[in-house]
Structures are given as C-alpha cells and as structure tokens.
Antibody
Framework: QVQLVESGGGVVQPGGSLRLSCAAS????????MHWVRQAPGKGLEWVAF????????YYADSVKGRFTISRDNSKNTLYLQMNSLRAEDTAVYYC????????????????WGKGTTVTVSS | QSALTQPASVSGSPGQSITISCTGT?????????VSWYQQHPGKAPKLMIY???KRPSGVSNRFSGSKSGNTASLTISGLQAEDEADYYC??????????FGGGTKLTVL
C-alpha cells in the first residue's frame, strides 16, 4: 500500500540544524511532486515546501525560505528536508505528503500523508 | 502568504448540514480553482476531502461537497455524523507558487 514514513526529528538548540527524511513506498515516487507540511503544538497546518517530481523546481514558504532546503533522491524513493538556523517557532510535527496529480508542476494537493516526525527547538 | 480565514468553530446536530467558509484574496482562492479541504482527527494526519474546489477523491463520502464564489470557498457537510467531528482546513495555491492553509475550523457534532 502507499506509505510515507518520516524520520529524523528530535530536540535541537536554537540556531542548530536537523535533516528530516521521508521514505516512500507503494507508488512510483519519481512521478509525483512532494510536500512538507508542519503543525505547531495545538496550532493549524502550515505548508512548508514543495519539490517537483524530477527535483527541477522547489518552492518554499516565506517563513522558511533561505533556511530550509527540500530535496529528493528518486533512486532511493526518499524525500528530505534540511533545516538550518532553527528557531523556537519551527517547533512542530513535520509531515511529508505526496502530491495528488502525476507530474504536477506546482504545489496543489496532498493526498497521502505520513504520520509525522516531531521537531523541538529549545535550549 | 497570510493564512486563509476560517471560522474557529462550527457545530451541528446529527443529520443536519453545516457549511465552513474559507476566505482569501484574488492572489489565492479568488485567482485559481485550486482549492482543497482536509479533515484531521485528533492525533492523526490530515486527509484530503475535496480538491479542485469541488471534486472528491475516491473513497470520500458524497456528503462532502465544495464550492467557491469570488474570494471565498466553502465546504458543506450534509447528513452530519458523529465521525465527522474533526478539524477542517482549507488550502489554496497562491500567485507566489506556494501553498497556503486556513487557520482551521473545529467541527462539533452535538
């Protein structure tokens, strides 16, 4: 079955770095764009980043632009989120999500979600 | 990238219909037919309920429907059931080639 499994979360000090991974299975990973979405404790969803199916284009929320980098390795069916210069406000559950449409070129819809990995930024 | 505006909460009795609004701008909701809705139960990942303003993914009940007028999109749930109690989020593509979510609406089934 279609599955996404995030990993790499943890506790990090402000200003630190963390790399999240998302292992995909059950679908042709290289044919779909992928998203990262986060949810701070007790808060709503926040779209973070999107990468096209072939990695050719990447899009970011203003809140993370210049600090976070989304990437993918289609040979390993894995999505990544490199997070640098972390702040307290980056504390959240981070979800990876598959885009609904094959080879979609912009971020639109997320039809399969992982269970999330928790990132806590605290001294 | 300001969040879309949703009511914080709505409620209804079993069997009734409710509507959740989602207001944006001409740079997001009003400018594109790329509005979606997600359902999230406590402690769970979100689930896509509506995309392209009014289309339902396979497996989603036809009690869920979506529409849009100008800068405001709406989600209607008819024949309310206890299992519909959850948080609901709207989302839209934006002119900055990004995504944006609404603040979320807590649906209570009385």
């Amino acid at each position: 079955q279609v599955q996404l499994v995030e990993s790499g979360g943890g506790v990090v000090q402000p200003g630190g770095s963390l790399r999240l991974s998302c292992a995909a299975s059950g679908f042709t990973f290289s044919s779909y764009g992928m998203h990262w979405v986060r949810q701070a404790p007790g808060k709503g969803l926040e779209w973070v980043a999107f990468i096209r199916y072939d990695g050719s284009n990447k899009y970011y929320a203003d809140s993370v632009k210049g600090r976070f980098t989304i990437s993918r390795d289609n040979s390993k069916n894995t999505l990544y989120l490199q997070m640098n210069s972390l702040r307290a406000e980056d504390t959240a559950v981070y979800y990876c999500a598959k885009d609904l449409k094959v080879q979609d070129y912009v971020p639109r819809y997320m039809d399969v979600w992982g269970k999330g990995t928790t990132v806590t930024v605290s001294s | 990238q300001s969040a879309l505006t949703q009511p914080a909460s709505v409620s209804g009795s079993p069997g009734q219909s409710i509507t959740i609004s989602c207001t944006g701008t001409s740079s997001d909701v009003g400018g594109y037919n790329y509005v979606s809705w997600y359902q999230q139960h406590p402690g769970k990942a979100p689930k896509l309920m509506i995309y392209d303003v009014s289309k339902r993914p396979s497996g989603v009940s036809n009690r869920f429907s979506g529409s849009k007028s100008g800068n405001t999109a709406s989600l209607t749930i008819s024949g309310l059931q206890a299992e519909d109690e959850a948080d609901y989020y709207c989302s839209s593509y934006t002119s900055s080639s990004t995504g944006v979510f609404g603040g979320g609406t807590k649906l209570t089934v009385l």
